[in-house]
């Protein structure tokens, strides 16, 4: 089985893209960038973390996920700015909250679609 997650960023925003978190097990994956924007005084760095959790996710799975994205996002995103995105599968993402993020989506983005 092939593919997982990736992160696209634009060579003139950056000067300097790292990773600095990766995540995979049979249910997630992860990866998480840390940017440097050319034009970013007050806060040092930007995390962008993208997520994909497979249907089939079990609760332990997604545990042992959220425990180690929090322990990493506790120790790194402190003065800066991160975003997170992905493809949840409406499993409980409760955890990011608690880190302060908040969910800017609150529908389904596939609902009603069918794809040729």
Known sequence: MCGGVATFI?????????????FSNDYID???VRCRPKHLSKYKFIYISNVYVSPGCTILDL?????????FAAACFEN???IVT??????????????GHDNIINF???????WI
């Open 63 to 71: 545990s042992m996920f959220a425990d180690e994205f929090t322990a």
């Open 86 to 99: 992905g493809d949840f599968n409406a499993c409980d993402h409760s955890f990011l909250i608690s880190l």
């Open 10 to 22: 634009h060579s003139k925003w950056s000067i300097s893209n790292k990773v600095c978190f990766k």
């Open 108 to 114: 389904a983005t596939r609902l009603g679609k069918t």
């Open 80 to 82: 800066s700015l991160s």
């Open 30 to 32: 992860c990866i998480t």
